[in-house]
């Protein structure tokens, strides 16, 4: 199963919001209230309300259980919350960001940035700015609460075991200032102390590192199904095919072998955090 880019950062989504916000608008003209006091009842803004109903923004899944309620719409628009929640993601990114909700383990390398289910709201502010070409003000709000609330999979009883490897030229790239980054650091000391997290550090003094091929992520979902996802500027990969899947399994058996241990990973980030 492939999924490439087919859509420009500002459309990503749009016909789902459109019909969603439809639906919306609808059921507030029906319940005859305007977008003032639609907002009052909901605690938004009324020209928030309309950049629901227009698609412009895409509603938090708290708005549309209130709305579904409050407008007597029956489980209508609770139908598309699912949807709508995908929406916030790239076109390129959806078929993972579900596999990943399903997840019993994942196991992250990365090499390129701090990996996204480990990254502070402002780490992950500054990279979106930093994309070319350069997205919007409203956009980059949208992917940072995207990948905020993807953090959510890692908390609670059902939490999958998540396993990272992080190239050390990542946690000493300092992505939007030296005090974000230090901030992101104290954020995967943090992380680590869970107990289905475990975090290494891949020392750039290595000779022998596998992962000189990119980063990647493997997936186990409760069905079992393994998948492997691969990205590199906006186009992307899910590996379904066994034989693949395999080769990158035993890549990061290798990786995480010629990296530190957890422990001596823990020992290493506070290190980076004494530096001037």
């Known amino acids: 199963m492939n999924d490439e880019v087919r859509q420009p950062e500002n459309e990503v989504g749009a016909g789902i919001l459109s019909v969603f916000g ?4 609808l059921f507030r003209e029906r319940a005859e209230l305007d977008r003032l006091g639609f907002g009052s009842l909901t605690g938004y803004s009324a020209s928030t309300i309309a950049a629901f109903e227009q698609g412009r923004r895409i509603p938090p899944s708290r708005f549309i259980d209130q709305a579904d309620d409050l407008l007597g719409a029956g489980g209508v628009l609770l139908a598309g919350k699912e949807e709508v929640a ?14 990943e909700s399903e997840a019993v383990e994942l196991h992250v390398y990365a090499n390129q ?24 003000d409203e956009l980059i709000e949208q992917r940072v609460g995207a990948r905020l609330a993807r953090q959510e999979i890692l908390s609670g009883s059902d939490a999958p075991l998540a396993g990272f490897v992080i190239d050390e030229a990542v946690l000493r790239r300092p992505v939007g200032g030296r005090g974000i980054l230090r901030g992101q650091l104290e954020h995967i000391l943090l992380m680590r102390e ?11 003094d290595r000779e022998e590192n596998a992962g ?26 899910l590996q379904t095919e066994r034989d693949r899947v395999r080769a990158l399994e035993a890549k990061y058996g290798i ?3 010629q990296a530190l241990t957890p422990r001596e990973s823990s020992t290493y980030v506070e290190k980076l955090l004494g530096e001037p």
Request: hydrophobic letters at 45%; aromatic letters at 8%.
């Open 212 to 237: 000189m091929a990119g980063p990647f992520t493997l997936i186990e979902t409760r069905e079992g199904r393994r998948i492997a996802y691969v990205e590199v500027q906006n186009v992307s990969r």
């Open 113 to 136: 940035a701090v990996p996204g289910l480990l990254q502070t709201e402002e780490y992950a502010r500054a990279v979106f700015m930093m994309m070319r070409p350069p997205m919007d």
């Open 22 to 25: 439809r639906q919306l608008k």
């Open 194 to 204: 869970r107990r289905n997290i475990e975090v290494q550090v891949m020392p750039l």
């Open 255 to 257: 990786i995480s072998a």
């Open 86 to 99: 995908r929406s916030q993601y790239p076109t390129f990114f959806r078929d993972a960001a579900k596999l």
